[in-house]
């Protein structure tokens, strides 16, 4: 498959995931379009790094890279997404006021 079928769809995902952080008031919703970014990002590791020398696993290594920060950036805002929503019983990230005076 060329390289620019590979950029198409990881620009998809990418815009995909840019509009679902920016119209979503969800905040589960927010981390799901940041997790669809990441995977955008992989994608054009893996496209890149198959391109330009296959012989090397550079893109392989990165991806696993940010598949692991993505696995901990998960956790930890899945933790506190549920700490926020059970003292305010919401996860409307209009409803996010915990920093204000």
Known sequence: ????????????????????????????????????????????????????????LRGQVFAIFVISIAAAEAAVGLAIVLSIYRSRDTVDMEQFNLLRW
């Open 1 to 56: 498959m060329p390289l620019e079928a590979f950029l198409i769809v990881a620009a998809a995902l990418f815009c995909i995931g840019i509009y679902g952080l920016i119209t979503s008031r969800n905040a589960v919703r927010v981390l799901m379009s940041i997790e669809l970014m990441l995977n955008a990002v992989n994608i054009n590791l893996l496209a890149f790094s198959n391109y330009l020398d296959s012989s090397n």
